[in-house]
C-alpha cells in the first residue's frame, strides 16, 4: 500500500508565494500530494492548489505589482479591522469558485483561531471563501470572519505550521514549508532606511518598486477625513522619521510569536520533510516580489528533497 502524502503550508503574508515555487519542485521529484493542510497565506495557496488552479493563479501572482495590491484594500471603520477582506475574498473566488471543501480534487483543510475561546479550527468542509478568507485575517489589519457563534482570525496565532493537521488527516509522510525562521530582526527597521539588496548577490531578479510607502499613503488618504482619535494616534506614527510605523510593530509582534509557536511545535510534532525557504528580506506588503519568493521556495524544497532522499538510501 503507497504511503499518503500530506503538504502543511505555513502563513507568512507576502512570504507565502513561496508555496507555488515548493509545489512545483514537489511535481517536477514526482511527489503526489494526497492532502493539503494551510494556515493564512498557506490557506490560501493550498486552496489554489487543491482546487487544481495552481497553474493559472502562478500567471496572476507573477503580474502582480502595487496597482493591484491597493485596488484590493478595502478600508473600512476600524472598529474590528482596519481591512475588510471582501475584495481579497473576491480574489481567491476567481481560482476556487464559490466552491465546496468537499468538492475539491485533493482533500483540504484550513486553520483558523476563534478569537473568543483562542481555540484552533480546523475547516474541513464548507464554503471555501469563507474559510481562507477566515484563516488569512491578521488581527487589526482584516475583520474577523464570523462562523456561527465563532470569531475567526489568522490560524498563524495557534498553529502557523500546520504538520498536525496533515496528520489529522491520514497523511504517512508530511512535507511542511516554514516560511518565517528567518525573520526576526529582520523587518522592523529603525533608523535610517537602507535598501536591502542581499538578494542581488544571488539572483538576477529586477527588484520591482516598494509597495510599503504606497500602501501607506493609500491608507492615509482613506482614512484622513474620518474624526476618530485612533488615527490621529496613527497619523502620527506613519509620518515620524526613523521609527517603526505602527503596522510594522504590530506585524513584527506577531512574526515573533508565530516564530516562536513554530519551534515548539515542529519539535513535538516535526514533518518529515521540512522546507525553509530564506524569505526574510521579503516584508508583510511585498506581493509584487513573486517571482523572489517562488524561485526561493523551488530552491528550498529542491534541496529539502534531495537531502530526504538521501537520507532514504543510506
Avoid at 502582480?64 to 475574498?89: C, E, H, I, N, Q
Wanted: aromatic share 8%; hydrophobic share 45%.
Amino acid at each position: 500500500m503507497s504511503q499518503k502524502i500530506g503538504l502543511a503550508l505555513g502563513s507568512g503574508s507576502a512570504r507565502g508565494w513561496a508555496h507555488i515555487g515548493v509545489i512545483e519542485a514537489l511535481q517536477e521529484e514526482g511527489i503526489d500530494i494526497d492532502v493539503v493542510a494551510g494556515t493564512s497565506i498557506g490557506a490560501l495557496v493550498g486552496a489554489v492548489f487543491a482546487a487544481g488552479k495552481i497553474k493559472e493563479f502562478k500567471g496572476v501572482i507573477l503580474d502582480f505589482d502595487w496597482k493591484r495590491l491597493l485596488s484590493m484594500l478595502d478600508v473600512v471603520f476600524p472598529r474590528t479591522g482596519l481591512l475588510d477582506g471582501k475584495k481579497v475574498a473576491e480574489f481567491v473566488r476567481n481560482y476556487v469558485e464559490d466552491r465546496d471543501i468537499e468538492d475539491f480534487i485533493l482533500p483540504f483543510c484550513a486553520v483558523c483561531t476563534d478569537l473568543r475561546t483562542g481555540e484552533e479550527i480546523r475547516i474541513f468542509q464548507g464554503g471555501v471563501i469563507e474559510a481562507v478568507r477566515a484563516s488569512i485575517a491578521v488581527p487589526g489589519i482584516f475583520t474577523p470572519v464570523i462562523i456561527g457563534e465563532k470569531y475567526l482570525v489568522d490560524g498563524g496565532l495557534v498553529n502557523p505550521v500546520p504538520v498536525s493537521v496533515a496528520r489529522q488527516m491520514g497523511s504517512d509522510i508530511v512535507i511542511a514549508v516554514d516560511l518565517n525562521h528567518d525573520i526576526i530582526g529582520k523587518n522592523l527597521k529603525i533608523g535610517p532606511k537602507r535598501r536591502d539588496k542581499s538578494w542581488r548577490k544571488k539572483k538576477k531578479f529586477s527588484n520591482k518598486v516598494s509597495v510599503k510607502d504606497r500602501v501607506l499613503h493609500e491608507v492615509k488618504e482613506k482614512i484622513k477625513n474620518i474624526d476618530v482619535p485612533l488615527f490621529d494616534s496613527m497619523r502620527q506614527w506613519l509620518v515620524k522619521e526613523h521609527m517603526p510605523n505602527i503596522f510594522d510593530i504590530m506585524l513584527t509582534s506577531i512574526n515573533i510569536m508565530e516564530n516562536r509557536i513554530t519551534q515548539a511545535n515542529l519539535r513535538l510534532e516535526p514533518p518529515d520533510i521540512l522546507i525553509r525557504p530564506n524569505l526574510g528580506y521579503i516584508r508583510f506588503m511585498d506581493f509584487h516580489r513573486a517571482e523572489e519568493a517562488i524561485f526561493e521556495g523551488y530552491q528550498a524544497a529542491k534541496k529539502a528533497i534531495c537531502e530526504w532522499k538521501s537520507l532514504k538510501k543510506a
